[in-house]
């Protein structure tokens, strides 16, 4: 079985920061097989599509964010734990998403949503004014 959980969301004002967290398990995520896949980070509005956030190949070497983002958030992870994260600072309102991890059995950084393979939940995040 195969489990990406996020978590980490929240209720915050604008300007202020969160950190989101997605584990992966499940014997398709073995600690060496983890380190194989690219993940990545989406978001979805009330009324909008899907879109990309972040995303980050399978060494942490490599990374690639949405302009609306761009040096506001930052996507790391750890193989050890088998986790990524999403550090989100000067959040603002329009941040407001259900936010959405993904893996990609691919290693190199991966902006497009229908090359994933496995999704998690999401976690809501909700930045007031």
């Known amino acids: 079985q195969v489990q990406l959980v996020e978590s980490g969301g929240g209720l915050v004002q604008a300007g202020n920061s969160l950190r989101l967290s997605c584990a992966a398990s499940g014997r398709t995520f073995s600690s060496y097989a983890f380190s194989s896949y690219a993940m990545g980070w989406f978001r979805q509005a009330p009324g909008k599509e899907r879109e990309f956030v972040a995303a980050?190949?399978?060494?942490?070497?490599?990374?690639n964010y949405a302009d609306s983002v761009k040096g506001r958030f930052t996507i790391s992870r750890d193989n050890a734990k088998n986790t990524v994260y999403l550090q989100m600072n000067s959040l603002k309102p329009e941040d407001t998403a259900v936010y959405y991890c993904?893996?990609?059995?691919?290693?190199?950084?991966?902006?497009?949503?229908?090359?994933?393979?496995?999704w998690g939940q999401g976690t809501q995040v909700t930045v007031s004014s």
């Open positions: 980050i190949n399978y060494s942490g070497g490599s990374t």
């Open positions: 993904a893996a990609d059995r691919g290693l190199r950084v991966v902006r497009n949503q229908r090359e994933y393979d496995y």
